[in-house]
C-alpha cells in the first residue's frame, strides 16, 4: 500500500501503481493536511488582500483582483482557454502517470485544493477513466500548462476520455460511471494545471525503458565481443578500480559475468592481436557513461515526484508564496543529457555490426559463408546508420532554448516537454538497434563452433534462435528485424 502526499514516490512504484500492481490511497493524515491547507485559501480568497491566483488573474494580469463570485467562474476559464494543445494524444500510460504524479503532489498539503477534487482525480486512475492529452503545447515552465489543462477538463464534463481505444466526450464517460462535474473552486485551476507533471511522466517512462535497456545493451555487447572473439582483458576489475566510476565499474562487472565459463575466450589466449577496437575495448567507458547518466536523471526525477510544483504555494493561513517550482529546467537538462546518453548507446552497437561485418579473425565478410551470389548481414547495418544518425538528430538539447511567452511574464522557459518526448523518442529506436545487433552478434557466434559461451549467453543465443535461423543464403530479412524488436519491447532476454 502506498499512502499518497505521506510515503516516498520512486520510479518502480509509480509504474506499479500505473499498472495497478500496487495500491495508493489516502490516509488520514494526508486528509487533514489538504483540508487544513484549503481552508487557508478559503480564508484568503475571501480576504480584500490580492494574492496571487486566488482572488487575482493570472500570468500578465496577476495585478488584476477577482470578485468572490467570479472566482469560480476563473478557475474553470483557466483551463479551458489554456487547453490549446496539438498533435497526436500522448500514449495512455503517460497520462496515468501525469494523473499520479499529480495527486502526490497536491496531497502534500501546500497546494489549497479541495480533498473532493483530489479523490475524483483518484477514482480515475484506480477505475482506468485516462483522459486524453495531445503532444504538443508545453514550453515546460508556469507548468505544463496545455497538456494539465486537458488532463482535467474532464472533471468538469470538457475535453475526452479513453475507453479501450476509442475517443470518447469526456461528459459522455462520467454519465455512464454516475459521476457529477465538478465546479471548480479558488485556487483549483491554478493548482492543477502548474506543475511539471508532463514533463516527469515523459522521464518516468524513459528511465522505466532506458534501465533494461542498459542492461540489454551490455547483453548485446557481450555477444557480438563473443563473435568477434575479443579480448576479456579490457573487463578486468583491477582496471576499472583505478578510474572507479560508477556505471565504468558495473558494466565491467556486468562483461565479466556474461563471459563467465566460456571456452571461446579461451581458445584465443595465445592469439598475436594485441587490442581490440574501441566499441569492442570501450565498452565499460561508454555503456558506463550512459550509466552514469540514467543514474543522474533518475536522482532528480524521484525528488521532482515527491515536490510540489503548483504556485502559488500555500505555506499557512497568511502566506501564500508565488514562486517558480513549475520551472521545469531541473528536468529538462537531465533530460537531454539521458538523451545523449541513450544515443550513444546506439551509437557504439552500430560500430559492433559494423565490425562483425568486415571479414576479420575468422569471420567472413558480411556475416554469410556464400558471398558474391548473397548479400549476406550487408544491408541491415544501414538501418542501424540511419536510426543512429536520427537519434543523433534528437540530442539537440531543448532545454538550451527558451522562447518568452505570457507576453514577457514568461521570459524563460525550460522546454522540458519536447526534451522529454526525444529522450523516449530515442529509446524507441534504440530498441531496434539493439535488434539487429543481436541478429549479427548471433551469426557470428555461429562461426565459433564448436566452441561454447557462457551458460547466459548461451541461454540468450537460444531465445535468438527460436524466432531466428541461422542465415545460410539470402533470405527476407524483415521479418526477423521484427521479431527481435518484440523480443527486446518483451523483455525476453536474461540480462542477469
Not at 496577476?62 to 494524444?89: F, M, R, W, Y
Not at 492529452?133 to 464534463?157: K, N, R, T
Amino acid at each position: 500500500m502506498f499512502t499518497y502526499g505521506i510515503d516516498t514516490l520512486t520510479v518502480a512504484k509509480v509504474i506499479a501503481i500505473a499498472n495497478n500492481s500496487l495500491q495508493a490511497k489516502l490516509n488520514t493524515e494526508a486528509i487533514h493536511k489538504i483540508n487544513t491547507c484549503r481552508a487557508n485559501v478559503e480564508q484568503m480568497a475571501a480576504s480584500k488582500k490580492a494574492v496571487y491566483g486566488i482572488n487575482t488573474g493570472f500570468g500578465p494580469l496577476c495585478d488584476t483582483q477577482i470578485s468572490p463570485e467570479e472566482t469560480n467562474l476563473l478557475q474553470k476559464n483557466l483551463l479551458i482557454t489554456h487547453a490549446v494543445g496539438v498533435g497526436e494524444p500522448i500514449d495512455k500510460s503517460l497520462s496515468k502517470i501525469m494523473l499520479i504524479t499529480k495527486v502526490h503532489a497536491l496531497s502534500q498539503g501546500y497546494s489549497g485544493i479541495r480533498l473532493q477534487v483530489i479523490e475524483r482525480i483518484q477514482y480515475f486512475i484506480e477505475n482506468d477513466i485516462i483522459p486524453v492529452v495531445p503532444e504538443q503545447g508545453s514550453v515546460g515552465a508556469s507548468g505544463d500548462l496545455a497538456p494539465l489543462s486537458h488532463l482535467f477538463l474532464p472533471l468538469f464534463g470538457e475535453g475526452e476520455f479513453w475507453v479501450g481505444d476509442t475517443i470518447v466526450p469526456a461528459a459522455d464517460v462520467l454519465k455512464h460511471h454516475e459521476l457529477s462535474p465538478i465546479e471548480l473552486s479558488a485556487k483549483e485551476g491554478l493548482a492543477l494545471i502548474n506543475g511539471t507533471q508532463f514533463i516527469l511522466a515523459h522521464a518516468i517512462k524513459g528511465l522505466h525503458k532506458m534501465e533494461y535497456l542498459l542492461d540489454l545493451a551490455d547483453l548485446s555487447g557481450a555477444m557480438s565481443l563473443e563473435g568477434f572473439q575479443g579480448s576479456a582483458s579490457p573487463f578486468k576489475e583491477a582496471l576499472h578500480k583505478i578510474r572507479p566510476f560508477a556505471g565504468n565499474v558495473t558494466v565491467a562487472a556486468r562483461i565479466r559475468m556474461f563471459l563467465k565459463g566460456s571456452s571461446n575466450l579461451n581458445s584465443h589466449n595465445d592469439c598475436k592481436r594485441v587490442q581490440d577496437p574501441y566499441s569492442m575495448r570501450c565498452i565499460p567507458q561508454v555503456h558506463g557513461a550512459s550509466r552514469n547518466a540514467y543514474l543522474h536523471l533518475k536522482e532528480l526525477a524521484e525528488i521532482e515526484m515527491n515536490s510540489v510544483t503548483d504556485n502559488p504555494i500555500i505555506l499557512n493561513e497568511t502566506e501564500a508564496i508565488s514562486g517558480g517550482n513549475f520551472h521545469g529546467q531541473p528536468l529538462a537538462m537531465a533530460l537531454d543529457y539521458a538523451s545523449i546518453a541513450a544515443s550513444e548507446l546506439g551509437n557504439i552497437a552500430d560500430r559492433r555490426c559494423y565490425l562483425l561485418l568486415e571479414g576479420q579473425y575468422g569471420l567472413p565478410r558480411l556475416l554469410t559463408e556464400a558471398g558474391g551470389l548473397n548479400s549476406g548481414f550487408m544491408i541491415p547495418q544501414y538501418t542501424t546508420a540511419a536510426l543512429v544518425t536520427e537519434n543523433k538528430s534528437l540530442c539537440f538539447p531543448p532545454s538550451a532554448d527558451s522562447v518568452p511567452t505570457s507576453m514577457g511574464q514568461e521570459d524563460h522557459v525550460s522546454m522540458g516537454s519536447i526534451s522529454g518526448r526525444k529522450f523516449n523518442q530515442i529509446l524507441g529506436n534504440l530498441e531496434k538497434i539493439f535488434a539487429i545487433e543481436f541478429m549479427y552478434a548471433a551469426q557470428a557466434m555461429e562461426f565459433r563452433r564448436p566452441n561454447t559461451f557462457s551458460p547466459i549467453l548461451e541461454e540468450n543465443f537460444a531465445i535468438i534462435r527460436s524466432k531466428v535461423p541461422k542465415l545460410e543464403e539470402d533470405r527476407m530479412l524483415k521479418d526477423d528485424i521484427y521479431a527481435l524488436i518484440e523480443l527486446v519491447k518483451e523483455k525476453a532476454f536474461k540480462v542477469a
